[in-house]
């Protein structure tokens, strides 16, 4: 069954036998309090519904009529802390208020059962199992809702809002999740950001982005966090889908390709790889590429144009936005137009 959190899903399983799941798929819903969300050792949510529950038979008052309520959320650390009593709940006799029985759920249910099925308490969605630190398919880092399941002012979604963009496209589009907590000590930074995955031309997830949320003091935490040893130098960003675009615009961030929309690919950078070069070519077939990047990154821009057309670009040309704001502070009709219009001066027969 493909659960929120199979991990205590099937720890409940293995102690009950029957697990009834309510509002299967949903997630819980949290909304931020105060200033505390970036705390330094996590995060602080409000709950407002607890989404998707386990319910099985109370051990402690001899229920038969399933009255124990589990929150898919109960024991994820930080906040969501086994010492959270919040998710958990005997609608018999409430059971859970006696220490003792708190105890030894916990105890079942977090050292001997999950501990039998796998310590990872992994997985969200899209591409389920844990993630893989080689080359290849990865999946998400750990506990991660899409954006557009995540409801009303969640932070996440009030963020990319805060940035122009739309959090459900983000997430139809691009994959965009935001993660509640990551699935291993060694991809901690990831719990809380958003998870950018970066495919390859055939959709595979090969790799991801972790992008913190808000501002702070970047010598001190890195805006994003890239998934521990997966391939970068290689690889494009929005490559798959810009398979039909009539023209590939190559600019340097994610959020760029976020406001251009289909047919943008991000180099990630202000450099065009060896790697990235041939890949371009390839998939560019004979469509035009157009370059554009940061206003004050023209003289980059010459470089990035020197190393597509050694590469054997056909149809190249640069665009050279006036100074001020870049390409992913403008909005999407205003940026798509200019492209047709350099398109139109360069090579009138593509437009
Ligand atoms: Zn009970």
Known sequence: MDVLRPALYFALQSLFRHVKVLRHGEPFAAVKTADTFYAQHGFTLDISAWGETYVVCCPFCNDTRNRLYVCHAWGLPESFGRQ???FVKCFNDDCLKEPGNRRSLAHMVFE??????GKSDVVLQ???GAPKRTSGPVSYPGVCYPLSQLTGPHPARQYVISRGHDPDELWRLYGVAWCMDACSQALALASGR??????????????WQARYMGETDWKLTPKYY???DAPRSGLLYALDRASSAPVLVVVEGVTDVWRYGDGAVAICGKEVSCEQATLLIKHARDRPIAILLDPEAWEESGKAFSRLALAGAKFLFRIKLRAGPDPGSLPRPLLRAIVKQALLANYPEFA
């Open 126 to 128: 899209a591409s389920p």
């Open 226 to 228: 890239n998934c521990p």
């Open 84 to 86: 959270s009593w919040r």
């Open 194 to 207: 958003l998870i950018i995955p970066l495919r390859a031309a055939s959709g595979d997830m090969v790799s």
């Open 112 to 117: 001997q059962a999950m501990f039998s099925y």
